[in-house]
């Protein structure tokens, strides 16, 4: 099993060449929000580990939003980053980048600080981590996810066409049967997956079990941790019932930006970035909360879906600005409402957990109630966070995250020689 | 809060569709003349119907005639409604049903349907206001007491959209129609919690009407006026918002779709998946309705009550889709499946303390496609659209060799709250989308657009799930249902028409 990598590549934009940098980034794209695969400076297409990606400038408009703290608003230098997901490891990847679209990626780092030489380390010296990463299905690779497809799209046409009137009157497994030797024989390859890499499952092991200490270690501390913990709600409280919302819906040309680009294809990008509320005890919540869905993302819901939520194929928190700052980057299946929608109804408590960190949030009532729920002033917070993300590419476009499991099943399904009669009237409902 | 919804304040349309009057004319405009349309408000301000019946006190005229006025963003300013309401009236108010290419994208409004096409409504069609007329018998009379002289001064008639009423109930498709609508709670005695594990039909006031407590337990934004804009004091004051009065109370806003209906093409396609087997072919209309043509739901209906579904509406309404997962009995794709899911907030067997919290977190359901619809409760629409046309029975249908040139199809009107959280996802998550529960290649078998998605071999398809295992696929589907015009409104309250009205041309 090959394992997802992640690249964040964060760099400041060059004073008095951001219209140049907005120039070169639009000309990836076909039209807003639809971009060219085959662009000239990025061509994606070439690039066969890639899952996801995109280009976004990070241009907060909510700066002044500090200032209910009293504190002075804060100019932070514009940036633009580069975000990609992929299959292996992060240096190889870079190598990657830096074959196929070497020149095109120095000309849009030109634009922000690159003043030529050696590419990959001026990459890697712009690379920011993530505090927390969501992968929907660990180990499924691109190319897995393309001989699937394939496959899946190869039996569908048979049946409905050729196939329909062969298998009309077999039982279900003597169709598997038929089916399993069609695949044979039709060359379609599906190939085995490659050996999981030592040292990812090490380390994979050593966070598992550290995660997994703090249970102990937390009974032994009980007798601190309670009086802490109180003393943690009594804090919490006094911010939750002290801290200002701010709700105002986003301005109408940056919605219309914001629509403009999205809903050209079955699945969408989003992007959002805030300044966190002042002082330590919100860092140290948002610390924690980030520290706890990175371990739950990395080892519970590491297949198909986070939390109740199956829509999301991809996501990350970065922090920014010495945590200052936090940015998130999603993929997700549907138009943004229904995943507004589908996050309020299904994940509201997590949603709280995290941004109720970042000024203005909607009040929530002990981290995790309310928030969210309060659904317009939830929803126009997002708007209004949210960034026109620049460039985005979406290497299995059509197909939904529901698309790409029900594919996987299809395929274990196949693979298995004989299956009991219920499983494979199971199976044979999925086409 | 007020102990129940004012209903002498609130347009009739809400409570009724008016199936009682047979004959119906609305008439989308564009004003010409200010001052003459407000003149003409002025004058039918005693016509316009509210909510009241008889027994409640209403005017024993209401019984047989209506008038009913909804306005879009475009006749609102033009009729000087303050500038300010623009922070409290939805932006997809504001935009319009076909104002922006990314609407038009979700909603499915592309190709031959796209906004540039409709007849009305459209970005060079657009209407200020649609004046809705009906009556028991003779509704020309009516309908000239209503225009009165102002009429042609005021207004430029877009489009005059003529109703139809077929006999029981059917649309023309020939399915009995308009079977389930949500029971809106007039009396605020439902209070949503923030999670229903049981799925419901009643529904709070706050979903279909501005200034109640909706399905979040909280009010939808709405549009007020500051004091000094409402001089008179024909509004009243805004609960929540100090200093401002209410123009949103007792509103909603009205969805208009104009939809033509390809009878011939519906019938003779089922007809031709039958191999000219009528039997057959009823059987697959209903399976694409999801019920028969008589509204008999495909699922056996359940041994629970339902709350919202009351005695004499049990027959065709009380049932979910628990006792079929797969859809081997109504399809997961059929239309009324699709549109109205019966969903609660979490699948329906979450029942107990381990369950629940295993569901919560996303595991426990005993098929993975379990969990991808859910909480209806936030996406429900009350429908009060006419048809029009004559009716083309089925078996009529199936023989026509050539179209008959005959227009049909339904003046769709949806009335709700909140227009994106409702009407558009149910239109664009459910009805259009082709990733609808975990299907893939195809949208709602009567309403789809059929347009291509990149990376999608087809988008044409119907399966129809079996127990033995392989569904059956229907392909090819084409389009039967165009749309040919329409726009978002706004039903303002009795109150807010007769603040309209009042407006002066300088405020």
Redo the contacts between chains.
């Keep these: 099993m090959t394992p997802q990598g992640n690249l964040m590549v964060l760099a400041p934009v060059t004073a008095g060449r951001e219209s140049e940098l907005r120039t070169l980034l639009a000309s990836m794209n076909r039209e807003p929000g639809v971009v060219d695969p085959d662009n000239a400076l990025v061509p994606f297409r070439r690039l066969e580990r890639v899952h996801f990606a995109r280009f976004v400038i990070l241009d907060d408009r909510t700066l002044d939003d500090i200032t209910i703290y009293g504190l002075p608003r804060v100019d932070y230098p514009l940036t633009v980053a580069f975000i990609a997901d992929f299959d292996g490891p992060q240096n190889s990847f870079i190598d990657d980048l830096v074959r196929v679209a070497g020149s095109g990626l120095s000309r849009i780092f030109a634009c922000c600080g690159f003043t030529g030489g050696d590419l990959q380390s001026w990459m890697n010296q712009h690379r920011v981590k993530p505090a927390a990463n969501y992968v929907n299905t660990v180990g499924r690779t691109m190319l897995q996810v393309r001989e699937e497809a394939a496959l899946r ?1 190869f039996i ?2 048979y ?2 066409g050729a196939g329909a009137p062969v ?1 009309a009157k077999m039982s ?1 497994s003597q ?1 598997h049967q038929s089916l399993r030797e069609l695949v044979k024989s039709s060359g379609i390859k599906l190939t085995p997956p490659a050996p999981t890499p030592i040292g990812w499952r090490i380390s994979q092991l050593i966070n598992f079990i550290t995660g997994l200490l703090f249970i102990p270690l937390a009974i032994v501390l009980l007798p601190i941790l309670i009086p802490l913990g109180i003393i943690y709600l009594i804090i919490l409280r006094k911010h939750e019932t002290t801290d200002a919302e701010v709700d105002r ?1 986003a301005a ?1 040309d940056i ?2 930006r914001l ?2 680009i ?5 699945t969408n990008q989003f992007s959002a970035l805030g300044t966190l509320k002042p002082g330590w005890f919100r860092l140290l919540t948002i610390s924690l909360a980030l520290t706890v869905i990175n371990w739950i993302a990395r080892h519970i ?1 590491t297949h ?7 829509t999301i194929h991809f996501a990350r928190w970065i922090y920014l600005n010495d945590k200052k700052r936090l940015y998130f980057a999603s993929n997700y ?3 943004l ?2 995943y507004m ?1 589908d996050f309020i ?2 994940v509201g408590f997590g949603l709280n957990l995290v941004f109720s960190s970042g000024i203005g949030y909607p009040r929530t009532n002990y981290l995790v ?1 309310d928030g969210a ?4 002033k939830f929803k126009r917070y997002i708007r209004r966070h949210q960034l026109p993300t620049e460039v985005w590419y979406d290497a ?5 995250a ?2 790409l ?2 594919n996987t ?1 299809i395929r274990e399904g196949l693979e298995r020689s004989s299956m009991s009669d219920a499983k ?2 199971e ?3 999925l ?1 | 809060m007020p102990s129940a919804v004012d209903k002498s304040d609130v347009q009739g349309l809400v409570r009724t569709g008016y199936n009682d009057m047979i004959e119906a004319r609305f008439h989308a405009v564009t004003i010409v003349d200010v001052t003459a349309a407000r003149a003409w408000l002025q004058s039918v301000l005693g016509r316009v119907n509210n909510s009241l019946t008889k027994d409640e006190g209403g005017d024993p005229a209401q019984s047989e005639r209506a008038l009913q006025l909804a306005f879009s963003w475009s006749g609102l300013q033009k009729l000087g409604v303050p500038a300010s309401t623009a922070e409290g009236f939805s932006l997809e108010f504001q935009s319009g049903m076909g104002g922006e290419a990314n609407r038009s994208r979700r909603l499915g409004d592309v190709g031959g349907d796209a906004p540039e096409r409709w007849e009305w409504g459209g970005p060079n069609n657009a209407a200020d206001l649609v004046v809705m007329i009906y009556k028991i018998e003779n509704l020309a009379a009516w309908e000239e007491e209503v225009q009165g002289p102002l009429w042609s001064q005021a207004f430029r008639v877009i489009a005059s959209l003529d109703t139809s009423h077929l006999d029981n109930d059917i649309e023309p498709f020939g399915f009995k129609d308009g079977l389930s609508q949500p029971k809106v709670d007039w009396t605020l005695s439902r209070k949503a919690k923030s999670e229903e594990f049981d799925f419901g039909n009643l529904i709070t006031a706050g979903e279909f009407l501005l200034g109640y407590p909706n399905e979040y337990d909280k009010l939808t934004e709405r549009p007020t006026v500051t004091e000094s804009e409402d001089p008179k004091r024909i509004l009243t004051p805004a609960e929540g918002e100090s200093g401002r009065r209410d123009f949103g109370l007792n509103g909603t806003y009205l969805v208009f779709r104009d939809l033509t209906q390809d009878v011939r093409g519906l019938w003779q396609f089922l007809d031709k998946q039958s191999a000219g087997d009528r039997d057959a072919r009823m059987k697959l209309g209903a399976l694409a309705v999801g019920r028969t043509t008589k509204g008999d739901p495909l699922v056996p209906l359940s041994d629970q009550p339902i709350a919202g579904i009351g005695p004499k509406e049990e027959k065709d309404n009380r049932f979910t889709y628990d006792s079929d997962p797969t859809g081997t009995r109504c399809p997961i794709g059929a239309h009324i499946r699709r549109t109205n899911p019966r969903v609660a907030d979490m699948p329906s067997d979450t029942k107990g303390f381990l369950k629940r919290a295993l569901r919560i977190l996303g595991w426990g359901a005993p098929r993975p496609n379990d969990d991808l619809v859910s909480s209806v409760r936030f996406h429900r629409i009350l429908r009060r659209g006419r048809e029009y046309g004559p009716e083309l029975k089925p078996d009529d249908a199936v023989k026509q060799t050539a179209p008959d040139g005959i227009p049909r199809g339904l003046r769709f009107i949806c009335l709700n709250a909140n227009i994106t959280r409702q009407f558009e996802f149910v239109q664009q998550a459910w009805s259009m989308g082709t990733k609808f529960a975990g299907l893939t290649e195809q949208s709602d078998p009567l309403l789809g657009n059929r347009i291509a998605i990149n990376g999608c071999l087809t988008t044409a398809t119907f399966t129809v799930p079996q127990q033995t295992g392989l569904a059956r696929c229907v392909e090819g589907v084409p389009q039967f249902v165009a749309l040919r015009g329409g726009g978002y409104f706004f039903l303002p309250s009795i109150r807010a028409l007769r603040y309209i009205a009042s407006l002066t041309p300088s405020s």
């Design positions: 799209d569908c046409t049946l409905r298998v279900p169709i819906r109408p919605q219309r629509a403009e999205e809903d050209h294809d079955v819901f198909g879906h986070l939390g109740r939520v199956q299946d549907g138009s409402d229904s929608d109804n299904k109630f729920k309060d659904e317009q299995h476009p059509g197909r939904t529901v698309d499991a029900r099943r494979t009237r199976w044979l409902q086409f």
